[in-house]
C-alpha cells in the first residue's frame, strides 16, 4: 500500500470561459454621458420598476392638461380671438406647483439614494471626476425639467396654428418662452440638487424643496400684493422679487425677454432688470459650486 505522501491526488484544471477583455475602454466622457443618460431616464422612471414611472408620467400629464384646454378655446373660439388666452412666457409660473411636485419628487432620487446606500465611492473608483458626477446630475434633472416645461408649449403652439394665428408671430413668442424655461430648469434643477445633497432621506428632501419653492413663493407674493397695493411703493414690491427662485426667473424672462410679467410686481426698472439677471446666474453659480463642494466631501 503506498503512502499519501508517495501518491498525491490528482486534480484537473477546468477551463470556464473568462477570458481577457480586448475592446475599447470608454473614459470620462462616455461615463459622464452614460450616467447623465441614467439620470434623465430615471427621472421619468424610465428602467425602473412601474411604480416608479407613475408619479412623473401623471405630473407630465396633469402639466400638459391645461395646455389642451387652452389649445380647445383657442379653436373654439378663433373667430373672435386673435391670441391665445394665456401667453406662453406665463404658463411655468402658472404651473408652478406642477414643478415643485416634480423636482421635489425626482431630485432627492437622483442623489439621495445613492447617499444613503452609500454608492458614490463607487461611481469615483471609476475614471469619473466628482465634477462629472454632478455635471451629469444637474445636467439630467435640468433636461428632465426642460422638457416637463417644453411639452406644454407645443401643445399650445400647434393649437394656435390650427386656430391659424400668425405662424411667425406664434413661433416668435415660443422661441422666446423656451429661454425662460431653460433658465426656470437650470434654477429649479440646481436649487433642488442642492438641498436633496444634504440628506439620504427621501422624504426629509422631499418636505424640505416644498417648503422652500412653495413658502418662499407665497411669502413674496403677499409681501409683494400688500407693500404695493397697500403701501403704493411698487419698486420695493420689484426688489422683493429677488427671494424667491420662482419670482425671481419670472422677472429675469420679463426683463430680458420682454414677457408678460405673472408676479405681482415686476422687476423696478433697468436697474432692477439688472440686478434680476445677476442674481439669476449667482444663484445658478452658486448651486454648482455649492454641489461640487458637497462631493469634495465623499471618500472613496
Known amino acids: 500500500m503506498s503512502s499519501p505522501m508517495t501518491n498525491p491526488p490528482s486534480g484537473v484544471i477546468h477551463d470556464i470561459g473568462y477570458r481577457k477583455y480586448d475592446g475599447p475602454r470608454l473614459g470620462r466622457r462616455q461615463v459622464t454621458r452614460a450616467l447623465f443618460a441614467q439620470s434623465l431616464r430615471g427621472a421619468y422612471g424610465l428602467g425602473r420598476s412601474a411604480r416608479a414611472k407613475v408619479l412623473p408620467m401623471l405630473l407630465l400629464g396633469v402639466m400638459c392638461l391645461p395646455a389642451f384646454i387652452i389649445t380647445v378655446i383657442a379653436n373654439v373660439t378663433s373667430s373672435i380671438m386673435t391670441e391665445l388666452p394665456l401667453p406662453y412666457s406665463r404658463y411655468v409660473v402658472v404651473t408652478q406647483g406642477i414643478l415643485t411636485i416634480f423636482v421635489a419628487a425626482q431630485a ?20 469619473l471626476e466628482r465634477s462629472d458626477y454632478v455635471l451629469a446630475k444637474f445636467g439630467g434633472l435640468a433636461t428632465a425639467l426642460f422638457l416637463l416645461l417644453t411639452a406644454p408649449l407645443l401643445i399650445m403652439y400647434v393649437g394656435a396654428l390650427l386656430a391659424e394665428f400668425p405662424a411667425g408671430r406664434e413661433t416668435g413668442d415660443l422661441l422666446l418662452a423656451l429661454v425662460g424655461v431653460a433658465v426656470f430648469s437650470v434654477v429649479f434643477a440646481g436649487v433642488g440638487l442642492v438641498i436633496a445633497s444634504l440628506t439620504p432621506r427621501r422624504g426629509l428632501g422631499v418636505a424640505a424643496i416644498i417648503t422652500l419653492f412653495a413658502l418662499s413663493f407665497a411669502a413674496v407674493s403677499a409681501l409683494q400684493g400688500i407693500i404695493r397695493y397697500e403701501v403704493g411703493n411698487a419698486d420695493l414690491a420689484g426688489w422683493l422679487g429677488l427671494l424667491s427662485p420662482i419670482t425671481l426667473v419670472d422677472g429675469f424672462q420679463t426683463w430680458v425677454l420682454d414677457a408678460s410679467s405673472s408676479a405681482v410686481a415686476p422687476p423696478p426698472g433697468d436697474l432692477g432688470g439688472v440686478v434680476y439677471v445677476l442674481v439669476t446666474f449667482a444663484v445658478i453659480g452658486a448651486c454648482w459650486a455649492l454641489l461640487n463642494l458637497r462631493y469634495r466631501k465623499v471618500s472613496i
Open 108 to 127: 432627492p432620487v437622483s442623489l439621495s439614494r445613492d447617499l444613503r446606500f452609500k454608492t458614490v465611492p463607487l461611481y469615483f473608483s471609476r475614471p
